[in-house]
């Protein structure tokens, strides 16, 4: 079958870095009035971004100032900091949803800023992690090898922010909050319908590190038992025995479009950018078809997987 050009850039990212396959919580609560709150910096480099904060921030200021309150009152009545205030109606902080609501109460805007919830709760999401959920929401097809960690969609809310505390340097508290939010919105992909195939290898390494510990582990592997029982997944693993494989210059990930395009990444090859010209997508195709074949077929997987699961 022909595969035709996709346009990507190095921004789409498949799997970007180690992070984006690195809140599971509330979007936080209030805090007294007269003191700040760690809400969510904006990205200066992500534009699209920092323009629909900035745009949600010029119509609260407007709203604000149309009530006749100024902006240490205004935050009073709300419940958060006149430095906050200042720095949401500037642009410069992403307002969290409570902020919102009750913005949208106190200036009687009549579920105007409410509506706001939506477009805000995109761009509190990491720029390059935003693009991967758009690619992810639009594939039919995606296969992905990974030699390290588990892929992000296969990851529990608990596996995912133990790993994504591994990473040095480590992210702060927020930014925490931020990459684990979406990742666990990616999930949303197991809803779709018509349901998207999708095919994982996976090294036995990745079932029996115990990252966040033993009980993380176990709950982690008990949902990918789960997953492998739905009829548009297949999670292969990989045995640490079987080392002949073209799978030893690591992650490999192809998604496929209802187009016939497609864009795909690796580690070792080309620089681990986003491609989508047919002769390289040709060459990960060709990689994966052989990790594939040499791993243990879905039900030996699964047999695998439980018997990992009854050793942990």
Do not use: C
């Amino acid at each position: 079958m022909r595969v035709r050009t996709a346009k990507v850039t190095a921004a789409d990212g498949v799997e970007p870095g180690r992070g984006p396959d690195g809140g599971g919580g509330a979007d936080g609560v209030a805090v007294a009035a007269g003191t700040d709150e760690p809400g969510w910096e904006v990205d200066p480099e992500d534009e699209s971004g920092a323009a629909v904060v900035a745009t949600v921030g010029r119509q609260l200021k407007l709203r604000r100032e149309a009530a006749g309150m100024r902006a240490a009152e205004f935050g009073t009545a709300i419940g958060y900091g006149e430095d906050l205030v200042y720095k949401v109606e500037a642009g410069k902080r992403i307002p969290r949803a409570e902020y919102l609501d009750r913005a949208d109460e106190v200036l009687r805007a009549g579920g105007l800023i409410k509506a706001m919830k939506r477009d805000v709760a995109e761009v509190r999401y990491p720029k390059k992690v935003r693009d991967l959920a758009r690619l992810e929401a639009r594939a039919v097809e995606l296969l992905s090898y990974g030699n390290h960690n588990l892929h992000g969609l296969l990851q529990t809310e608990e596996y995912a922010s133990a790993l994504l505390e591994t990473r040095r340097p480590a992210y702060s508290p927020d930014e925490l909050e931020r990459m684990l939010a979406a990742r666990m919105a990616r999930r949303s992909i197991y809803e779709r319908l018509p349901a998207p195939e999708l095919s994982f290898v996976q090294e036995e390494v990745t079932l029996r590190r115990p990252i966040g510990g033993t009980m993380v582990l176990r709950r982690q592997l008990e949902r990918l038992l789960e997953l492998s029982r739905l009829r548009n997944v297949e999670i292969q693993v990989m045995p640490t025995s079987r080392g002949d494989h073209p799978g030893t210059g690591g992650r490999i990930q192809v998604l496929k479009f209802e187009d016939g395009s497609a864009v795909g990444r690796t580690d070792d090859e080309f620089a681990g950018r986003p491609v989508s010209e047919p002769k390289q997508l040709r060459l990960l195709e060709l990689r994966y078809g052989i990790i594939r074949s040499q791993a243990l077929t879905p039900r030996e997987s699964l047999a695998f997987i439980e018997q990992v699961l009854g050793e942990t």
